[in-house]
T-cell receptor, first 112, second 117 residues
Framework: QKEVEQNSGPLSVPEGAIASLNCTYS??????FFWYRQYSGKSPELIMF????GDKEDGRFTAQLNKASQYVSLLIRDSQPSDSATYLCAVTPLRNDYKLSFGAGTTVTVRA | DVKVTQSSRYLVKRTGEKVFLECVQD?????MFWYRQDPGLGLRLIYF???????EKGDIPEGYSVSREKKERFSLILESASTNQTSMYLC????????????????FGPGTRLTVL
């Protein structure tokens, strides 16, 4: 079982719609959760982090964490063509809290 | 803003050459990381360092070594480049702990696309 799994893409949404990205993790003791955005040919850029159960909102982005279900999600509201990218979920494993385990990523395309 | 820079954006080397990839961060971060990213395989950790002269193997250290002589600089060395080391190499850094708080967010450099012929 992979440490971090993301829903397979690609995900295509119309402009203005909500894009929903999901991520599950295997280490029940994980404490920190991150979402990175990576444009084609570029390096990953941190867009959200969440440590506590519940929702965290930042502009059009909402991260949701449910530790009991070992599940973290990212919602992108009012999707824009500039949101077209690959989104990487990353989790800090309990056994080593300065490393990150990354998911394979979900590619999102926003159709104008 | 955290700034992580890498010495080259694109690099072409020949099989058997010794290759140095340099990474510098300007935010006094303790932790530094080297990843490679390949289509379908995602980000894979090669080595990381949590202090000057300290290093630890990641998931795929074979064929690589690292050096951290100064806190701001972390070098990745390919002792004898091979074609299967053609990849995008990403450096990242993160702040360690301050008091009781651990900071895990990693900040990435722009990447070096290495081609080994």
């Amino acid at each position: 079982q992979k440490e971090v799994e993301q829903n397979s893409g690609p995900l295509s949404v119309p402009e203005g719609a909500i894009a929903s990205l999901n991520c599950t993790y295997s280490d029940r003791g994980s404490q920190s959760f991150f979402w990175y955005r990576q444009y084609s040919g570029k390096s990953p850029e941190l867009i959200m982090f969440i440590y506590s159960n519940g929702d965290k909102e930042d502009g059009r982005f909402t991260a949701q964490l449910n530790k009991a279900s070992q599940y973290v999600s990212l919602l992108i509201r009012d999707s824009q063509p500039s949101d077209s990218a690959t989104y990487l979920c990353a989790v800090t494993p309990l056994r080593n809290d300065y490393k990150l385990s990354f998911g394979a990523g979900t590619t999102v395309t926003v159709r104008a | 803003d955290v700034k992580v820079t890498q010495s080259s954006r694109y690099l072409v080397k020949r099989t058997g050459e010794k290759v140095f990839l340099e990474c510098v961060q300007d935010m006094d971060h303790e932790n530094m990381f080297w990843y490679r990213q390949d289509p379908g395989l995602g980000l894979r950790l090669i080595y990381f360092s949590y202090d000057v002269k300290m290093k630890e193997k990641g998931d795929i250290p074979e064929g690589y070594s690292v050096s951290r002589e100064k806190k701001e600089r972390f070098s990745l060395i390919l002792e004898s480049a091979s074609t299967n080391q053609t990849s995008m190499y990403l450096c990242a850094s993160s702040l360690a702990s301050r008091g009781a708080i651990t900071y895990n967010e990693q900040f990435f450099g722009p990447g070096t696309r290495l081609t080994v012929l």
